[in-house]
């Protein structure tokens, strides 16, 4: 099931029920226009391409207008949001991803595909708002921290939802997930007011939430 909306989202334990990873990332990024291009106004294909692509035709990182908004500093948390695609997510962060899903949605009793889940998460048109500690400012400190959450979204149409490749061109949030530790602290929440600032800027017309 899918809603579109504009408001924050849940509790951060889950947008939809995942699964995992498969090594090898794929570089299907422009699969998607392929795709879209079949049945979606050639002004909603630019919108897309526009949020996908900076000028150089590099990711554009559509979380780095919004500084004040990569930093989490509450409820006892000193966090940083990084922007992840499914072509410079880390093994390493992608093995621990995977993980955090199945602790957060085993006790709920919820089937999901471990492939299914990295074969998407691998997607070169994958996005990620990928929350950490905030590392301590030292040359020998890692770049990042340990992670505590992240939000796995991509920009796509409407129908997308329903496996047909139409309509006004949405952010579609695919996963969200916080360590227990962190939850109900308002992370999730803040989460999706940063995706829902990016969506607006990127000139979507909504953000769409599996459930």
Request: overall charge positive; some cysteine.
């Amino acid at each position: 099931h899918a809603r579109a909306t504009m408001s924050a989202c849940g509790s951060g334990k889950s947008s939809k029920g995942g699964g995992s990873k498969s090594k090898g990332k794929s570089s299907k990024g422009d699969a998607l226009h392929k795709k879209v291009s079949i049945k979606t106004e050639k002004h909603h294909l630019t919108t897309l391409r526009a949020a996908l692509r900076d000028e150089l035709g590099g990711d554009r990182d559509v979380l780095s207008s919004f500084g004040a908004f990569t930093k989490y500093d509450r409820e006892g948390l000193a966090l940083d949001v990084h922007f992840r695609t499914g072509s410079t997510i880390t093994d390493d962060e992608l093995d621990w991803a995977e993980d955090l899903v199945h602790r957060n949605l085993k006790p709920l009793g919820h089937g999901w595909s471990p492939q299914a889940l990295m074969d998407e998460m691998c997607d070169a048109s994958s996005r990620f708002a990928l929350v950490t500690e905030r590392a301590p400012k030292s040359k020998k400190a890692p770049r990042t921290g340990k992670p505590i959450a992240f939000a796995h979204f991509r920009f796509s149409v409407e129908g997308d939802v329903r496996d047909v490749m139409e309509g006004v061109p949405v952010l579609l949030l695919r996963d969200l997930h916080v360590e227990p530790a962190a939850q109900r602290k308002g992370l999730g929440k803040h989460l999706c007011q940063l995706l829902e600032l990016a969506a607006r800027k990127n000139a979507m017309h909504g953000v769409m939430m599996l459930t």
